[in-house]
């Protein structure tokens, strides 16, 4: 499994990370510990460091050192896995210009190719290499309208699945005491200039604190307190004790925010979100969460207005919203869909067409 992000090998769990972000030895990787029969899985990552990782970050925008690393290694594995096209772009290619059937190469395609461009030189590299991708995953609905315009030939080789967050290790201490602060976690593409806005015009003696990087405009506001940097724990600490949270997201049609929600959400919290596409299918107004429009200060402000004027809705959205990723969106099940369409990908032709003729 390729992964564009730093994966350090422990001997223990630690404290600080959450579990896509370390590798426990002689343990089982992330969602992979959920599967019914587990598989030997070997992780390629990326240190985050260096020159060498900011020009392949800031100008390439792929992670090629780590893409060569697969190509040298992929003879030895059934299956490669790459979490997101920075990762998968080097062996994608790869295998088209050689023609490489084996192993078999599946994406889980977080950000929909380039961030959804429509036009440009990478998009027709993109396009070109991922012809050899064996089968995609992908986690907003709406990438599937971006697939049939421009990448068609990828429509039967995809699936949508719910991302998933581990609802064990987001639980809250059902403390009735909740009269925290507001809460806003986020450290990317997020829309600061209408959550702050929104914020300065309500009557309240709360703090909205921001876990995130704000520009020195919004620090001075009354009120905001800024935390750029904060420990797994200290940010469970922190949803636990807020009065309830804000997802302002900016409009994207691709995959972002959902992990920050559904960690808000395991922990019954009332999440006050942007209603944009990412987030299509996890919440429903007024039952799960509380949505506004992207961009609109005065709507945000009035749903934030009626969170503070209504604790009992509060209360009832958090407890409905835990529910549902017990049912749901939680990453026992996300690992259990993943690993079936896993068996399904590594089918051999002649199986698949039995399969589609008996489901």
């Not at 992000?5 to 426990?24: E, H, M, T």
């Not at 392949?56 to 030895?76: D, P, T």
């Not at 990762?87 to 961030?115: M, Q, W, Y």
């Amino acid at each position: 499994m390729l992964v564009n992000w730093n994966v350090p090998r422990v001997d223990a769990i630690p404290d600080n990370r959450q579990s896509p972000d370390y590798y426990l030895k002689n343990g089982d990787y992330w969602f992979f510990k959920h599967f019914r029969e587990k598989p030997e899985v070997d992780i390629i990552d990326v240190k985050g460091s260096g020159l060498l990782d900011y020009i392949e970050r800031k100008v390439f925008h792929v992670h090629i050192i780590q893409g060569i690393k697969a190509i040298l290694k992929m003879h030895k594995y059934d299956l490669v896995i790459s979490h997101g096209m920075t990762s998968g772009i080097v062996l994608a290619a790869f295998r088209t210009l050689f023609h490489i059937k084996k192993p078999k190469h599946l994406v889980f395609d977080i950000g929909c190719f380039n961030s959804a461009a429509e036009s440009g030189f990478l998009m027709r590299i993109l396009q070109r290499a991922s012809k050899s991708i064996d089968a995609v995953i992908y986690h907003t609905k709406c990438q599937r309208e971006y697939y049939e315009k421009y990448y068609p030939w990828i429509l039967k080789r995809s699936r949508f699945i719910f991302y998933g967050t581990n609802i064990e290790e987001f639980v809250s201490s059902q403390n009735e005491e909740k009269e925290g602060d507001i809460l806003c976690i986020g450290y990317v593409r997020r829309d600061w200039d209408t959550l702050v806005k929104a914020y300065s015009k309500l009557v309240t003696d709360k703090k909205l604190k921001i876990v995130g990087h704000l520009s020195d405009e919004y620090k001075a506001i009354p009120g905001v307190e800024q935390f750029p940097v904060v420990s797994i724990d200290k940010l469970k600490l922190m949803i636990e004790s807020a009065c309830f949270c804000v997802l302002p997201l900016e409009v994207m049609r691709y995959s972002y925010g959902q992990m920050t929600l559904l960690q808000q959400m395991a922990m019954e919290k009332c999440v006050i979100a942007a209603d944009v596409p990412s987030l299509e299918g996890y919440v429903e107004d007024g039952k799960t969460a509380l949505l506004y429009r992207p961009n609109d200060v005065e709507d945000l402000k009035n749903k934030m207005e009626y969170a503070l004027k209504h604790p009992d809705d509060v209360r009832r959205i958090g407890y409905n919203a835990r529910k549902v990723l017990a049912e749901r969106c939680n990453e026992q099940i996300m690992a259990q869909e993943i690993e079936d369409y896993i068996r399904f990908v590594m089918m051999e032709t002649d199986s698949i067409e039995r399969y589609k003729m008996h489901n």
